[in-house]
């Protein structure tokens, strides 16, 4: 038996008996809702069931980080969706996810309330954003050393930043909200996306991050760090490939802006995207992380990755140490499917 069968087989035991444990204590079963994203035709609806002592005094963002791990998923617990008129039956999967897609759900474009039921909790309601119709431009973002200061993923500092350090002490990277600003300004509908490597339990404390700082609302694709049948932990690189690529199917008349950092795999990634579908990227922002953050990063003082600047048939790249670097160089070189003043960047820089 492999290594991570044993650690899977492992979590079940722990979860299983947590929640018999739990379940004689009184906790209950708890719904978490998280914003969940969509076309003029088909959703995806998103959350968790954990269990929750229903007597606790609730918790406020400003609490030790490593709070936000210690939970009990409940997997297989059935799960009702209402979406509009539409009535959806599932269940949670093994760790007590929700992902539910819902077709023909007759919502607006823009943010739109959902709700979800499972047996034996309180009925919660969950956003969803439904993108405009209209949209031809969106952003894909990361988190972690793109718009928050985090140094991931070296193992000792990830681990102070997200379980020890208090949730509100998260330092946002200079100069992104007002980048992000600049690049949407005349794309008013465009569709915000964040697709992060993060963990879903981090989701509250990441919403508040983006609320208090100034950044664009939008859905987050986070992930699970449990085992899985192939290895320890969870593929980073392989999440964000995936949700990119679904990203790409779900909106085929949108063209992505990609932004991240050079701290791990996001230029090889981004750069795999423009490769593959250089018709679908409008183009790619790097943060590039000074040589000491490069070295808490991931213990060398240079970048894992580069990605190529634009050879003629891929799309533009700028790249800056932070949003204010990122901004000078967009004016210089609007991405042209993006900002009217493509060509008139040099005199106004």
Do not use: C
Not at 115 to 129: G, K, S
Not at 246 to 270: A, E, K, R, S
Not at 311 to 339: C, M, N, T, W, Y
């Amino acid at each position: 038996m492999a290594l991570s069968d044993v650690a899977r087989k492992m979590e079940r035991m722990i979860n299983r008996v947590g929640r018999q444990r739990k379940t004689a204590k009184g906790w209950k079963p708890a719904i978490k809702g998280f914003s969940g994203y969509g076309s003029a035709d088909r959703v995806h609806v998103l959350g968790r069931v954990l269990m929750e002592d229903p007597y606790s005094e609730p918790e406020t963002q400003i609490q030790r980080g490593w709070r936000q791990f210690i939970t009990t998923q409940v997997g297989g617990h059935p799960v009702t969706v209402r979406v509009g008129d539409k009535v959806v039956h599932s269940r949670t999967d093994d760790n007590g996810y929700i992902d539910v897609l819902v077709l023909d759900h007759g919502l607006r474009p823009g943010w739109n309330d959902v709700v979800i039921e499972a047996r034996d909790a309180r009925p919660i309601t969950a956003r969803v954003l439904i993108v405009e119709p209209s949209a031809r431009i969106g952003l894909v973002s990361d988190i972690d050393d793109t718009v928050m200061v985090t140094w991931l993923p070296r193992a000792a500092l990830a681990a102070w930043n997200s379980w020890v350090r208090h949730t509100n002490t998260r330092k946002p990277v200079p100069g992104m909200a007002e980048f992000y600003r600049e690049l949407l300004a005349e794309h008013p509908g465009a569709p915000v996306i964040y697709l992060s490597t993060g963990a879903w339990n981090t989701f509250e404390t990441l919403q508040t991050f983006l609320d208090v700082n100034g950044l664009p609302d939008g859905p987050m694709l986070l992930t699970d760090w449990g085992p899985t049948p192939t290895g320890l932990f969870r593929s980073g690189q392989e999440h964000k490939k995936v949700q990119l690529r679904n990203l790409f199917i779900d909106f085929p008349d949108i063209n992505w802006i990609l932004v991240g950092d050079d701290g791990q795999h996001d230029p090889l990634i981004y750069g795999e995207a423009v490769f593959e579908h250089p018709d679908r990227v409008a183009g790619v922002a790097i943060r590039q992380l000074s040589a000491s953050e490069h070295v808490l990063s991931h213990g060398t003082a240079n970048p894992l990755e580069k990605i190529a600047t634009d050879d003629g048939h891929g799309a533009p790249v700028i790249q800056g140490a932070d949003g204010h670097e990122l901004l000078r160089e967009f004016r210089a070189k609007p991405f042209p499917q993006v900002s009217g003043r493509a060509g008139q960047g040099e005199a106004e820089g």
